[in-house]
C-alpha cells in the first residue's frame, strides 16, 4: 500500500486535474465493496458528518473529506442534499481550506440558520512552520448560489488559556434569543472535556466555562460533542477517546456514547447523571451528528469508521461511509436508535417470509447479493432450556466462513463475530461485540446489509451493532439454527 508523506497529504484539490481525479474514480468504482444505498466518497476518504441541518425544505449534510486517498489528509466539506433522508444529490466539495485560518483542513462543524441562510461553524486548523497545531472557530454563509462567505478573522481564534490544541467540532443551536456551542476540548493535563460558548449574533462568542459532565478524568480528549432535548430530558451526546475496555464496553479504539441528564442549567454548567453509557456496541461507529426534523424528530447519523484503523479498502483509494440516519427517542433512561421510517422507500420486493418452529439449523434461501434487510423475531418458549440461537449472515458454508449473530438468552447477551467474515482487519481491537439484554425472553433483529455493512437494531432500537465487513465472492449465503425450540418469522426485503 502507497506510503503518504507530509507534502502529498496536504495537497490541495485544486493540485490536481480534472483527468486525474476522473480516472482515479473510475479505478474506485471498480471496487467489489461499493455500498448501494450508504453514503461513501466518489474517491479518498470520508469521516465525521458535519453541518447536518434541515432548511428551506430540505436535509442539508455534508462529512469531512480528503479527496486523494484513504489516508488523514488536508481536509475539505463535501456537500450533499436530500428531501427524504433516503435519497441524497451530491452537491459537490462545498468548504476548501483555502485562507490563513483553515489552510491544513477544515474540521468538523455544524449548520444552523440565522437570518433565513444556512450558516454553519467549524474548525479551522492551521499548521505553523513548527508543525504546531492551531484551531480556529470559523463561521460561514451558505449564498443562494451555493458558495460560501466565511466571515474572518476567525469567531474564536486558537485556544483557551488551561487547554491545549486539541479544540474543535462545534454544534450550535439557538435558543432564547442566544446562540450556544459546545466545543470539544483537552485541559492541559491531558483530559478531555466540553467548552460551552454563547453568542448574542453568531459572530463573536463568550465562552461560558467548561460543562461540568461529572467526569474529571475520562479519557484524554472528547470529539464531536452535541447538547439536545428530547421529551424534556438533556443529552449531551460525544466521542471520549482513551478508554480503557470494562467487562463487554469500550472495545474499539474510540468510543461515542452520551449521558442524560433531567435538567441542565446554564448559569451552573452542570449535568447530573446516571453515568456513561455506549451508543452503539459494534465495530465501527463514531462522530456522531444530529438534527432536528421539521415534525419535531430528533435524526441521527455517524460515521460508520474509526479514527487510526486500517480498512481493507485503503489499497483502492477509498474509505468509509455514513451510517444511515436513525430517530433518537429515549426509554427507560436509555437512548433508542431506530432507522428513520423513510427508509422503507428503499424496499423493493419481500423475497422471503419464513416461519413457525425451529430446533436445529435451516438454510435460508435468497438470491441475490449481500443488499437487503432482514427481520427477525425469535420467542423462546419458558419451559425450554434456553439455548443459543444463531443467525449467519454472509455465509459460505463450504469455506466456513460467515458473520455470526448469536442470542444466548441464558445470560441475556447478543454477540456478534466477525472473525470468519471476508477479509480481516482491525482484529487488535478483537473480532466479537456483546450487547446485554435486560429481558430476552423474545428478541426482535432489524438488520441492514449492504454490500461492505451491516447495522443490527436490536428490540426496536434498544440497542444497536454497526459494523463494517468486507465479505468475499460467495459469501452471500444466510441460515439460521436453534439448540432448543424456538418460535420464529423470518423476513427479507431486497433494497433498492
Given at each position: ?29 471498480q471496487s467489489p465493496f461499493r455500498q448501494h444505498y450508504h453514503i461513501q466518497p466518489n474517491t479518498g ?452
Amino acid at each position: 500500500m502507497k506510503e503518504w508523506t507530509r507534502e502529498e497529504r496536504y495537497k490541495k484539490l485544486s493540485d490536481y486535474s480534472d483527468d486525474y481525479m476522473e480516472e482515479l474514480a473510475k479505478r474506485v468504482a471498480q471496487s467489489p465493496f461499493r455500498q448501494h444505498y450508504h453514503i461513501q466518497p466518489n474517491t479518498g476518504l470520508l469521516n465525521d458528518p458535519n453541518g447536518f441541518t434541515y432548511f428551506d425544505g430540505k436535509w442539508h449534510l455534508f462529512y469531512q473529506w480528503f479527496p486523494m486517498g484513504a489516508v488523514h489528509g488536508l481536509k475539505h466539506w463535501f456537500y450533499l442534499t436530500s428531501t427524504d433522508l433516503v435519497n441524497w444529490n451530491e452537491e459537490g466539495v462545498a468548504l476548501l481550506p483555502d485562507t490563513e485560518y483553515d489552510s491544513h483542513g477544515v474540521y468538523s462543524g455544524s449548520g444552523f440558520v440565522k437570518d433565513g441562510q444556512l450558516h454553519i461553524m467549524y474548525t479551522g486548523n492551521v499548521r505553523t512552520e513548527e508543525w504546531e497545531r492551531v484551531p480556529n472557530q470559523i463561521v460561514a454563509r451558505m449564498e443562494a448560489d451555493g458558495s460560501f462567505t466565511k466571515f474572518l478573522p476567525p469567531a474564536i481564534a486558537g485556544k483557551p488559556d488551561g487547554y491545549t490544541d486539541h479544540v474543535r467540532d462545534p454544534k450550535v443551536w439557538k435558543q432564547h434569543g442566544l446562540y450556544y456551542a459546545v466545543i470539544g476540548a483537552q485541559r492541559t493535563d491531558e483530559t478531555g472535556t466540553i467548552l460551552l460558548y454563547r453568542s448574542k449574533d453568531a459572530l463573536e462568542w463568550e465562552l461560558m466555562g467548561e460543562i461540568d459532565a461529572g467526569l474529571p478524568d475520562f479519557g484524554f480528549m472528547w470529539e464531536c460533542p452535541d447538547l439536545f432535548e428530547i421529551d424534556g430530558k438533556t443529552v449531551l451526546l460525544f466521542s471520549p477517546q482513551g478508554i480503557e475496555p470494562e467487562g463487554d464496553r469500550y472495545h474499539n479504539i474510540f468510543q461515542t456514547g452520551y449521558v442524560i441528564a433531567d435538567d441542565f442549567r446554564m448559569d451552573e454548567l452542570k449535568l447530573e447523571h446516571n453515568g456513561f453509557q455506549e451508543l452503539d456496541a459494534g465495530f465501527d461507529f463514531y462522530a456522531t451528528q444530529t438534527a432536528e426534523s421539521p415534525d419535531g424528530r430528533r435524526i441521527l447519523t455517524a460515521w460508520m469508521g474509526l479514527p487510526d484503523v486500517a480498512y481493507p479498502t485503503d489499497s483502492e483509494d477509498w474509505a468509509h461511509c455514513l451510517t444511515l440516519p436513525r430517530e433518537l427517542a429515549i426509554k427507560d433512561g436509555k437512548l433508542i436508535q431506530k432507522p428513520v421510517r423513510e427508509l422503507v422507500a428503499l424496499r423493493k420486493e419481500k423475497t422471503v417470509y419464513d416461519a413457525g418452529l425451529l430446533s436445529s439449523e435451516k438454510t435460508i434461501e435468497r438470491n441475490g447479493g449481500n443488499c437487503y434487510e432482514l427481520q427477525l423475531d425469535v420467542a423462546f418458549p419458558t419451559s425450554a432450556d434456553h439455548a443459543p440461537v444463531t443467525l449467519e449472515l454472509c455465509e459460505d458454508a463450504a469455506n466456513d466462513k460467515r458473520f455470526r449473530i448469536t442470542l444466548d438468552p441464558s445470560v441475556k447477551k447478543i454477540t456478534i463475530d466477525r472473525s470468519r467474515c471476508g477479509i480481516p482487519f482491525a482484529e487488535d481491537f478483537g473480532t466479537t461485540r456483546t450487547l446485554t439484554v435486560e429481558q430476552m425472553d423474545a428478541v426482535k433483529l432489524q438488520i441492514f446489509v449492504d454490500t461492505s455493512s451491516i447495522e443490527i437494531f436490536v428490540n426496536d432500537g434498544e440497542g444497536t451493532f454497526t459494523s463494517r465487513v468486507f465479505p468475499q465472492a460467495g459469501e452471500t449465503g444466510l441460515s439460521l439454527a436453534a439448540g432448543s425450540t424456538i418460535d420464529y418469522s423470518l423476513e427479507i426485503w431486497e433494497l433498492a
